[in-house]
Every structure is written in structure tokens, then in C-alpha cells.
């Protein structure tokens, strides 16, 4: 597979669904209306104390790594360390697929400067368990250690490592969160530019796609866990010297024609609900089939409370659907 080498960056240089929300206010129960509130207020405490820009990247990498452990991975989820093409990362496999023919190279989010596999353990291991896959979890270098374009060359290496090891290029889907599903875009961005095999299909919850930051608007108010200052602070880190609309750095300036099918989902209370309907327009002006979903009164990543949300269970089966119709699975 000589195509497999060769793959990294040098520095500096459709079709949509009906846009309607997943579902209105007034069809949420008493119950979960609760469940939600109480998950806003802790999430407020716990991620506002974390990402702010007056403490040290590590100091935040630690924190992260500590609240993360109150998300609930689903039972009988098993994650073990690993490499692909010399990245290290984990793979998560739930009980009943541990031989599972679909892969999901899962890139994780946190601005590009913090986060890990262990931190989205929540994520990973419902996504293994509801669409039936093996779960890859890459640890790629965050920035400002290495700025763009490591994030993307980590993301390819894991993609080609995949292949390498056999598996087909339609058996994979690439999914991300934040970070990591504008880093999703990017590493099918790079594949289509050295006209290597593309995945099956993308995923993406609230992907950041535009480092730029032109038309960011102010945090709405129902917005838990991201601030303007901080998301300036992580862009500026990644970018480094390349430029911020470079379409690898910010995949919404890319031309975006002949790039697989994509499922995104956002809630309406956050900072980035703006770039994910940008990315769904140029998606639809480019031919691109997409699938988009928006969650009413629901924060940044929601999905990573999937097993006490009913809106974050839902949302993953979703994706299992999304994933099923966008083609066949190789016999495993």
C-alpha cells in the first residue's frame, strides 16, 4: 500500500434534510426538562472552572481529565491502548461487537489544546455501543506543543493505519466533536487531496470549522461551557503561523465538492450553532449530501451524556441510523 506514505502536511503552506428542530420544547417531559437543568448547572461549575485563559493549558488539561470522570461510559465498554501508523490512541469496543466490521475513527474535541481518548470515554463507548463498531480513539498532538498542521497529519496517519491493517476505506466513518469535527472535515479534506480512499461517511457534533472567528457571535445565554476569550486563546494556539482560513485550518473556506455524506448535529445554546448551519449551507452549494439536526435548549457536545439525557440517547441513535443508511458493512 504505497499510497499509505507520503501523507504529511509541510507547514504554511447536496443534499439536506428538512432543517427543523429534533423536536420542540413543548415535547420534552417534566422529567428530563430536570435532568437537563441540573446538567446545565454542573456543567457551568465544572467546565466554566476549566477552560478559562487565565490558567495554564496543562492546568486545564488536568481538570478536564478529572471532571470527564463523572460521564458514564455504558456498562460492558472496554478500552484498551493502541497505535495506528505510530499514533497512539484507544480503541473502545462494548460488549457484543468486539469484532465489530465497522470502524469509527473517533477525533476528539477541546479547542486543539486539551482533551484526550480518556476524556470522551462517555462518547466513544456509546457510539461503539449503539452503532455496533470498534471505536479508534487517536491521542494526536494538541497545540500550542504543535500547531497546525500535526492535529491533521495525527488524523490521516489513524485513517491510513486503519487501512493498513485491512480494513476497508467504506467500513470507516470519521467523527468528531468541536475540535474534532472541524478536524474530521480537514482529514477528509487532505485524504481527497492526495486522492487517497475516503471514509463512508462523517459525523459531527457542533464542529468548529472557522478559526477565523469573523462571525462568531457573543455566547447565548443558555451556553455552559465555552467563552469567546478561551476559544480566541485555543485558535491562536493551533493556528501558529499558518493562515486562520487556510481550508485545512478552517474547513468552511475548503472546496468541499466530492466529500462523503455527513450527519451534523448542534444544540441551539451554544457559541458554535453558527458554524454548523455555515458548514450545512456549503455543504448543500457544493453537493454534498448532509444530514442536519438541531437540538432545542441543548449545550455544546450534549451527546456526551448519553444514558441520562434522553435528547443525548437519541441523538446517538441517530447517528446509528444515519450510519446505516450511508452504505454496507463488510462481513466481519
Known sequence: MDWIKGHRLRHAEGEMTDPSPARTDAEEPTGQRFVAGVLRSVLRLAIGSTFRVDLPVETQRSRLHKVTRLTLPPRGAKFEASNSDGVRGEWVTARGHERAALIVLYLHGGGY?????????????????????????????????????????????????????????????????????????AAALRLRELALPLPRALVLFSPWVDLGLDQLPSPPPGEVMLTLPWITQCARAYVGRADARHPLVSPLYADLAGLPPMLIQVGTDEILLGDSRRLRDRLQSAGVAVNYEEYPRRWHVFQANAGVLADADSALESVARFIRAAGPTSAG
Open 113 to 185: 489544546c486539551v482533551g484526550s481518548p480518556a476524556t470522551h470515554r462517555a462518547i466513544t463507548g456509546h457510539l461503539a455501543a449503539r452503532c455496533g463498531a470498534r471505536v479508534f480513539v487517536p491521542d494526536y498532538r494538541l497545540a500550542p506543543e504543535h500547531a497546525f498542521p500535526a492535529a491533521v497529519d495525527d488524523a490521516v496517519a489513524s485513517f491510513l493505519g486503519l487501512l493498513a491493517k485491512g480494513i476497508a476505506p467504506h467500513d470507516v466513518v470519521i467523527a468528531g466533536d468541536s475540535a474534532g469535527g472541524g478536524l474530521s472535515v
